[in-house]
């Protein structure tokens, strides 16, 4: 009993609290700077060292009297001296022997101030780059040019790894599989100068032998194979081993792609030219379901879903099954009279008084003829409304084919059909298509069929898909609707549209960023009610304003509108004052739209939230004849 109580007292005291004054010796840290660097920045020098400021409300002197806002970090007086160490070895790595670390702590209470002060000196500079080995695989002074670690510059070791893995890779790239580089380099620190040498070892030249596949339990070892770009007899490329990595992660068959040599060692037999590769593969789950509720000022409330099946009958085809409602709580049936509460925008939009829907079945082939092109083929089922504009209700299909559908710049092939109906304000065909009379107007809402053959190249280069901060994208799209690929004779035009955007990076978090869009529409004439007028259907025509376009307008108010008004009052003095005025967009045959924006993150949640601050200019409007004043 007595060792029970012994042990129940030892357990409570071990759970105890600390003492007072230890628990006092608990110091957040408040502030922590960086003084006299300038060959390293803040950033590089904070992410160096153990110790680290509190969080920004828990830092900031309006807002950490608060108390129980944000993240506390405490001062461990043992690692704060080892981060003194820690930048004097960043220092003397980056090339700056002579360096000095001082520092100044300023306690207050609870509260401590850290500040590093900092003095660089001269740094020590690579005199000389010696680079041997190479002989005729390749030029060493074009070589020089792009190394990270350049002749005149401070010796930073870091720098010099880099650039003998710089070499390591272009021989790889070249049949090299096995390529080495040694270092070495004599620093003489008095006189502040380096000489540093890369001898490159590449070992034999070789060419790819047996690629073994392991891994797979329902994908056919098969079809895996003749996904891949890497094939026997071809020349060595380590960016082939990463592309075939990419390629068969991106079909979504597998949950983890590896690529890597079979041996990690040049083979014995000086004769054997050949090395083997192993793709080692775990296959994700069969079938995948996605759900979506959501609420968007122009749909009210809307609902997504979707389910895929990977492998589908074989031969790694992903079939993807898709539905959407939108307008809910506004459209019939689902009118719940939100107009005038939660989904006040639309109010006066008639686009928006019945459900809109779309259903999709899509089946996509990841190789086809070839391991670089793909295929897909897809049947739809759509009602959607433009914001004001028009209403879309169509079923169809669509086939495309996708060259070089995994490499720097895909091109889409692609044909569309749809057999449905495009309704707009009565005034939009007045105005913009001189089609005023009820019966002229009801034969281009009717149902007919609309086909189109479209070609499309992108070329993306951004390093981020949901927050790019550096890179590119371009795309180009190019479309033909015309009775020579089965659409009605109603609909002869020529649709074109480029796109393009640059990120630039400002320091670490900021990015300036600029887009471009231009599209134009070549249109063919029709002969309607004994004239002869343009005609593109209203939801191929281009409409501007919005989150995505020229920001200081409302959606789809950039450009050509009509009015309508259901009443007019004359005035005794014979003025006229238009009652529930409404505006419809009419969209344009052109647009033109540039924005630029500077992006930086914010103290309050710095990596989910930005601010921008944007610059907006554009038109949308309509080339050749003039709109038609209706009254």
């Not at 504009?389 to 086939?399: E, I, K, S």
């Not at 070609?455 to 371009?474: A, E, F, K, Y």
């Amino acid at each position: 009993m007595r060792a029970c109580v012994g042990l129940v007292l030892v357990a409570v005291l071990a759970a105890a609290p600390l003492p007072l004054a230890t628990q006092q010796e608990q110091r957040v840290v408040r502030g922590l700077s960086f003084d006299g660097n300038k060959a390293i920045d803040d950033y590089t020098l904070s992410t160096a060292i153990a110790t680290s400021n509190s969080s920004f409300f828990a830092s900031v002197w309006w807002l950490r009297w608060i108390g129980f806002l944000g993240e506390k970090r405490y001062f461990n007086e043992l690692e704060f001296r080892r981060d003194v160490v820690r930048l004097l070895l960043l220092y003397r790595q980056s090339g700056y022997m002579s360096a000095v670390i001082d520092t100044l702590v300023r306690r207050e209470g609870n509260d401590v101030f850290i500040r590093f002060r900092i003095m660089e000196g001269d740094p020590v500079r690579l005199e000389r780059l010696e680079i041997t080995g190479l002989d005729d695989i390749l030029s060493v002074a074009a070589l020089k040019k792009d190394l990270p670690l350049a002749v005149g510059t401070p010796f930073n070791r870091m720098l010099f790894q880099a650039s003998a893995d710089t070499i390591v890779g272009r021989l790889k790239n070249r049949g090299y599989p096995y390529a080495d580089v040694l270092r070495s380099f004599d620093v003489n620190a008095a006189e502040l100068r380096a000489v540093a040498t890369l001898e490159a070892v590449p070992g034999p030249r070789m060419r790819i032998g047996d690629v073994a596949i392991a891994g797979t339990e329902k994908v056919d070892t098969g079809t895996v194979r003749r996904m891949l770009p890497v094939k026997r007899n071809d020349l060595f490329r380590q960016d082939r081993l990463y592309q075939t990595q990419r390629d068969l992660y991106g079909t979504g068959l597998f949950r983890s792609v590896n690529v890597v040599l079979a041996d990690t060692a040049p083979p014995a037999d000086p004769g054997d030219s050949t090395v083997g590769v192993v793709v080692r593969l775990r296959e994700g789950p069969p079938h995948r379901i996605r759900m979506g509720v959501g609420y968007g000022t122009v749909d009210c409330f809307r609902v997504q879903s979707g389910w895929t099946s990977f492998n589908f009958l074989g031969g790694a085809r992903t079939l993807d099954i898709t539905g959407r409602l939108s307008k809910l709580g506004v459209g019939v049936p689902t009118d719940w009279s939100l107009r005038d509460n939660v989904c006040r925008a639309l109010r006066d939009d008639l686009t928006s008084d019945t459900l809109n829907y779309g259903a999709g079945l899509t089946l996509r082939q990841p190789f086809f003829l070839s391991p670089r092109h793909a295929a897909s083929f897809g049947v739809f089922a759509e009602r959607r409304s433009e914001f004001k504009a028009y209403t879309r209700q169509a079923v169809g299909g669509n086939l495309a084919v996708t060259l070089n559908a995994r490499r720097n710049i895909p091109v889409t092939v692609g044909y569309g059909f749809s057999y449905g109906r495009t309704t707009a304000q009565p005034a939009v065909f007045c105005s913009v298509f001189r089609v005023c009379d009820a019966g002229d107007r009801a034969l281009l809402e009717s149902s007919r069929r609309f086909a189109a053959v479209t070609v499309s190249g992108v070329r993306d280069q951004v390093n981020n898909v949901l927050d790019p901060s550096g890179g590119s994208l371009v795309t180009v799209t190019v479309m033909h609707a015309s009775r020579l690929v089965y659409s009605d004779t109603l609909y002869e035009f020529n649709r074109g549209e480029l796109e393009a955007s640059r990120y630039y990076p400002l320091g670490r978090r900021g990015v300036f960023a600029w887009r471009v869009r231009a599209g134009a529409i070549v249109l063919g004439r029709i002969t309607l009610a004994g004239q002869s007028v343009h005609f593109v259907p209203p939801d191929q025509r281009f409409y501007g304003g919005g989150p995505n376009s020229v920001r200081g307008y409302a959606r789809n108010e950039l450009g050509p509108r009509v009015y309508v008004t259901d009443s007019i009052d004359v005035g005794g003095g014979g003025d006229s004052t238009f009652l529930h005025l409404t505006a419809s967009p009419t969209g344009g045959n052109t647009i033109f739209v540039a924005n630029t924006e500077v992006r930086f993150a914010t103290p309050l949640f710095p990596d989910r939230m930005r601010v921008a601050l944007f610059v907006d200019a554009g038109q949308v409007w309509e080339r050749g004849e003039p709109l038609t004043t209706v009254n």
